[in-house]
C-alpha cells in the first residue's frame, strides 16, 4: 500500500523513511532485527574479502583472466572504495598509515619486554630467597625475552632508516640473524622451564634426585648453546660459503629442531600437567564432601585461572611460531624468496617475549608475593614522606 503524504528513499548506508500514521508499523520492529541483519551483512562481507583473495593467490596467483580471480573482485571494489575515502576525508595513504602503526605497536611491545623482563632479573636477583632452581631457569628465560624484545625493532628501525632495510644489504641480515638469535634463546629456554615444571608436577618422586644444580646449570648452558650454535652456521654460510642447499638445509634443521619440536613439546607437557591438575582438584573435591568441609568454589576458580592463563601463553606462543613455520617452509620451496610478513610475525614474537614476566607474576607463588611486598613497601614509602610529621601532638582547650 503506498502512503499518501510519504516518500521512501533508499540508500546504501542509510535508509529514511518519512510518512504519516500508515506507516508506524516499522516502530513496533524488535531493534534486534535490524542489528542481527547489519550483524549477518558484516559477516558475510568479511568472509568474502581476504579468504578467498588468500585462496586464489595460494592457486592461481589471482590472474585477472582466471574464473576463481573474477569471483574475488569484491576485495578490489573494497580497496577501491578504501582508496577513494582516502582522498575525499584526507586520511594518509595505506602503505604509510600501515607503517605508522607497525612502528607504534613495535615500539610499544619491546619498551613493554624490556621493562617487564627487567623488573623479573632485578627481583630474582636482589631477593636471596628467591634464588632456586626453577628461578634459575625464569631468569635465563627472561634475559632471552628481555633481548629478544631489544634485539626487535630498534635494529629494525635503525636498518629502516639506513638501506629501507633492502634485502640485499648487508645490515638487512644481519639484523634478521641478530634476532632470530634471541628468538630461538627464548624458545629453548621456556621449553627448558616447562620441562623443569612438567618433571615437578607429573614425576614429584624423581624431581629432587633428577634435578640438580648441575642439571640445572647443564640445561640452562645448551638452551643458549643450541640457539648460537645454529645462527653462527647462518652466519658462516651467509658470509663465507653463500650455498642456497646448505641454506635450505639450516632452516630445515631450524624449522625442526626449533619450531616444530618446540610446539609439539610445550602442547605436550601442558595436556599433561593439566590431566594431572584435574585428576588433583577432582580427588580434593571428593575429599572435600567426604569431611563436610566445601571450599570447593575458591579452590576451582583459583585452578581454572591459572589454566586459562597457561593456555593463552601457549596460544600466544604457537600462533607466533606458524607464521614462523611458514615462512620456513617459503625459505625452502621458493629458493630463499623473502616472506614479506614482518608486518605481523615480528609483533606477534615480541608479544610472545611480552606475555611471559606476567605469567611469572601469576603462576609463581614466591615470585607473586615479592611482587606484592615490593609494591605494598613503595606505596607505604611515598605515604610516609608525604604525611606530615608533627612534633607536637598536644590539644589545647
Known sequence: QQPQNGNLVFDSWLVSIHSDHNWKWIYHLPPNAFIVSLAAADFCVGLSTFPPLFVCEEIIGCNPKAFLARNCSLVVQTQTLYSQLSFVLGWPPEDHKMETWFWILGWSLSILSMTGNGFIIFLVCRRRRLRNKTNAFVVSLAVADFCAGWSAFPPLFVCEEMTRCDPTAFIASGVDYFRWLFIYASVTNLCSLVLDRYIAIVRPLSYLTFMTRRSVFQMIFMSWTIPVVVVFAFLLNWLIFEEIVL?????????????????????????????????????????ANQLRFNQRFLFRIKEKAAVQIMAIVIGIFLLAFTFAIRCSFIHILKDGKPCDDKEYKIPLLVLN????????????????MEIKRYICCVICKKKRHSDPIYENNFFYL
Open 353 to 368: 617475549s611480552v606475555v611471559n614476566p606476567f605469567a611469572y607474576a601469576v603462576f609463581k607463588r614466591d615470585i607473586n
Open 247 to 287: 641454506f635450505k638445509v639450516l632452516i630445515s634443521i631450524s624449522m625442526v629442531f626449533l619450531e616444530i619440536l618446540p610446539s609439539c613439546v610445550l602442547i605436550f607437557c601442558f595436556g599433561s600437567m593439566y590431566y594431572v591438575v584435574y585428576k588433583h582438584e577432582r580427588a580434593a573435591r571428593i575429599l
